[in-house]
């Protein structure tokens, strides 16, 4: 938006949705339009693209970032739960992308940017959930970047690494790997912080990276080369954000 975006948001509840549209509009002073919809029920998705062809007639970037995660053992993650983060992350890039797609992209063209992650390079532990479902959209990456180059649609992937101040960090133990020193074991010997993402996602979406597709940005620091694979101490993370959900 502060490069001159007007914006469409969609997210399950409206309240949240109609405080951050003022908060964007308020930054940037552009238009936000905030709308209800659900990345696991494809209907809301075409009602909601509907809606923003009918308030600005076009369409040029897709961010498709809905995402669900927390920590748990393979052992301990219900059938549904497994199911669930699927829905959300690699079926709902899906759904996403094809309604785009056969609403505006296949005529004219456009940007699909989809936030991955690095989880499965490693096999990170207690994610198997995600990972899985992140290796998903990276491999849905490289075959719509395939089939829908011709229509002159790009498809790419952003990896984000540890980034401070997000939900992400909360959920997956960020405190305790800044307290047990883990960010100095990164190359770049910090987490990242959510502008230099943003700052990944403008290049993609811009005329810079004009002949970029079916690749995926890693954007992590160096951080999935390095960091050490913790079972045990995710395991104590696990068990105590489990104590202190009951």
Known sequence: MRHGCDTVIVSRNQQRLNEAAEKLRTATGRRCLALVGDVRQPQTLISAVEEAL????????????????????????????FKTVHEIDSMGTFNASKIVYEHYFRDH??????????????????????????????????????????SKVRVISLAPG????????????????????????????????????????????????????????????????????????SLDVWSSQKKANQ
Request: aromatic residues 8%; hydrophobic residues 45%.
């Open 54 to 81: 009918r308030t600005f007639s076009r369409i040029d970037i897709l961010i498709n970032n809905a995402a669900g995660n927390f920590l748990c053992p393979a052992s301990s993650l219900s059938f549904n739960a």
């Open 162 to 233: 540890p980034i401070v101040g997000t939900e992400g960090m909360r959920r997956l133990g960020g405190q305790v790997a800044e307290a047990a020193g883990l960010y100095n074991m990164i190359p770049l010997q910090r987490p990242g912080n959510k502008t230099e993402i943003a700052h990944g996602a403008l290049f993609l979406a811009s005329p810079l990276a004009a002949y970029v597709t079916g690749t995926t940005l890693v954007m992590d620091g160096g951080s999935w080369m390095t960091s050490p694979n913790y079972l045990q101490a």
């Open 109 to 150: 063209g456009g940007v699909i940017i989809n936030i991955s992650a690095t989880l499965d390079y490693k096999g990170q532990v207690l994610q198997v959930h995600a990972g899985s479902a992140k290796a998903a959209i990276d491999a849905m990456t490289r075959h719509l970047a395939v089939e829908w180059g011709p």
